[in-house]
């Protein structure tokens, strides 16, 4: 690291990348200062972030970062995160300091409902709500017009992590739904398309758009327990070059010029059809995704963070990642969790807590941390292990949910 070097904020650490993170800004030869809600780290994670300068804040609160980082006085070269909730915080806290960050064109693709106008051939039939309050009766009509009695889903227009995201299939269970929601033209209403949930990894830079790959998701009720990286070789052709479109014109008509993506599809093979059902923008994907892509694509997790963080600050990046080969062997993200709600005396893992053979494991929750049943969300996640997918199975099979109450298998 040059001697001066200045600082390159980060806006709260992903789940499990806090020491790749880190890295992967010393490698650049800047220093990294994270901006942390502390309360939010535990176990492992915690732990990996103390190897790193940072700072208590409130990552919300642009005018407080602001004075902050003023009084603090360290040179601030760029502010940058992979924390999609943090994304807009991040685009407002640069533009304030005179410095690079994400790309002001996330902030629309952050809005379910712009990227279904967007993109309406390849997304599920969708309705909202005007602003302002309106006669349950008039919104049930609206819904009963563009979907008839079919189900559909109903999330937050802005949102992450699952919260929120509920199927309706009764009549009742719309009304109540309508009449209980005071809010409603903050939500999206979509038909719902039953299909296999996959993303589209991959980056944008003035060159264009480049694709990493498909990865395939698995889920427990609303919990991302699984992301299986499948490169190019797991879907239909025709597809892929149709996935690959859409996300270009998304692309295109946010205007989106530099950083990573992970953009939801929900496909369904049988019928050669695919719909496109969130745009996750300016980052990677979650948990140990890019763990997982990393190890299939034979770099270093912090070069896939640092090419991430570059491409999102400057729209380059001095990683050259190599094209995507034909994959022999599957790398895989499990996320586990608990099978019911508890707390948690101890997670008791088969090996060492941060490093097993090939594999990465962290720990987000450990002793006394109160956990969900696992399907409520993503904050119902323990840990994960990242590594290939037949190891990854194997180990994770042993984990131990100890509890107040009684040992419990790992659930994902």
Same mark, same amino acid.
């Given at each position: 690291?040059?001697?001066?070097?200045?600082?390159?904020?980060?806006?709260?650490?992903?789940?499990?990348?806090?020491?790749?993170?880190? &890295?992967?800004?010393?490698?650049?030869?800047?220093?990294?200062?994270?901006?942390?809600?502390?309360?939010?780290?535990?176990?492992?994670?915690?732990?990996?972030?103390?190897?790193?300068?940072?700072?208590?804040?409130?990552?919300?609160?642009?005018?407080?970062?602001?004075?902050?980082?003023?009084?603090?006085?360290?040179?601030?070269?760029? @502010?940058?995160?992979?924390?999609?909730?943090?994304?807009?915080?991040?685009?407002?806290?640069?533009?304030?300091?005179?410095?690079?960050?994400?790309?002001?064109?996330?902030? %629309?693709?952050?809005?379910?409902?712009?990227?279904?106008?967007?993109?309406?051939?390849?997304?599920?039939?969708?309705?909202?709500?005007?602003?302002?309050?309106?006669?349950?009766?008039?919104?049930?009509?609206?819904?009963?017009?563009?979907?008839?009695?079919?189900?559909?889903?109903?999330?937050?227009?802005?949102?992450?992590?699952?919260?929120? @995201?509920?199927?309706?299939?009764?009549?009742?269970?719309?009304?109540? *739904?309508?009449?209980?929601?005071?809010?409603?033209?903050?939500?999206?209403?979509? !038909?719902?398309?039953?299909?296999?949930?996959?993303?589209?990894?991959?980056?944008?830079?003035?060159?264009?758009?480049?694709?990493?790959?498909?990865?395939?998701?698995?889920?427990?009720?609303?919990?991302?327990?699984?992301?299986?990286?499948?490169?190019?070789?797991?879907?239909? @052709?025709?597809?892929?070059?149709?996935?690959?479109?859409?996300?270009?014109?998304?692309? !295109?008509?946010?205007?989106?010029?530099?950083?990573? *993506?992970?953009?939801?599809?929900? @496909?369904?093979?049988?019928?050669?059809?695919?719909?496109?059902?969130?745009?996750?923008?300016?980052?990677?994907?979650?948990?140990?995704?890019?763990?997982?892509?990393?190890?299939?694509?034979?770099?270093?997790?912090?070069?896939?963070?640092?090419?991430?963080? !570059?491409?999102?600050?400057?729209?380059?990046?001095?990683?050259?990642?190599?094209?995507?080969?034909?994959?022999?062997?599957?790398?895989?993200?499990?996320?586990?969790?608990? %099978?019911?709600?508890?707390? &948690?005396?101890?997670?008791?893992? %088969?090996?060492?807590?941060?490093?097993?053979?090939?594999?990465?494991?962290?720990?987000?929750?450990?002793?006394?941390?109160?956990?969900? !049943?696992?399907?409520?969300?993503?904050?119902?996640?323990?840990?994960?292990?990242?590594?290939?997918?037949?190891?990854?199975?194997?180990?994770?099979?042993?984990?131990?949910?100890?509890?107040?109450?009684?040992?419990?298998?790992?659930?994902?």
């Amino acid at each position: 690291m040059k001697s001066g070097a200045g600082y390159v904020v980060l806006l709260e650490s992903t789940d499990a990348g806090g020491h790749e993170l880190g &890295l992967a800004v010393t490698q650049m030869g800047l220093r990294p200062l994270f901006l942390l809600d502390t309360e939010l780290y535990r176990a492992d994670l915690a732990m990996c972030l103390q190897s790193f300068e940072y700072l208590p804040a409130d990552t919300r609160d642009v005018a407080g970062m602001v004075s902050l980082l003023a009084a603090d006085g360290r040179r601030v070269v760029g @502010v940058g995160t992979l924390v999609d909730s943090r994304i807009p915080f991040a685009v407002k806290l640069a533009a304030a300091l005179g410095v690079p960050g994400p790309d002001p064109a996330c902030g %629309p693709l952050s809005d379910k409902r712009q990227v279904a106008q967007w993109c309406p051939e390849v997304s599920p039939r969708s309705a909202a709500a005007a602003p302002g309050p309106q006669p349950v009766a008039d919104t049930l009509a609206e819904w009963q017009r563009e979907f008839g009695s079919a189900a559909v889903m109903v999330k937050p227009r802005v949102g992450c992590a699952g919260v929120g @995201v509920r199927l309706l299939t009764e009549d009742q269970q719309k009304q109540q *739904f309508v009449a209980d929601t005071p809010d409603l033209q903050n939500w999206l209403v979509q !038909e719902h398309f039953p299909g296999s949930l996959f993303s589209m990894e991959g980056w944008v830079d003035s060159a264009g758009v480049h694709y990493v790959g498909w990865t395939s998701r698995r889920k427990i009720g609303n919990t991302e327990t699984e992301f299986r990286f499948e490169g190019f070789d797991t879907l239909p @052709v025709a597809l892929t070059k149709q996935a690959q479109e859409a996300v270009a014109h998304l692309i !295109e008509q946010a205007s989106m010029r530099r950083g990573w *993506f992970h953009i939801e599809f929900l @496909v369904d093979e049988a019928r050669r059809a695919l719909r496109l059902i969130d745009a996750n923008v300016g980052r990677t994907g979650g948990a140990m995704l890019p763990h997982a892509m990393a190890m299939a694509l034979g770099v270093t997790t912090s070069d896939l963070y640092q090419h991430a963080l !570059e491409m999102q600050l400057w729209g380059k990046s001095s990683v050259s990642l190599p094209d995507t080969p034909p994959l022999t062997r599957i790398h895989k993200c499990v996320c586990f969790g608990s %099978p019911r709600a508890a707390t &948690l005396r101890e997670v008791r893992l %088969p090996g060492t807590p941060l490093q097993h053979g090939p594999l990465r494991v962290v720990r987000i929750l450990g002793a006394g941390d109160e956990v969900s !049943e696992i399907g409520q969300d993503d904050w119902s996640w323990i840990g994960f292990v990242a590594g290939p997918e037949d190891e990854v199975d194997r180990y994770t099979a042993q984990i131990e949910i100890h509890t107040t109450d009684a040992v419990l298998p790992a659930a994902n």
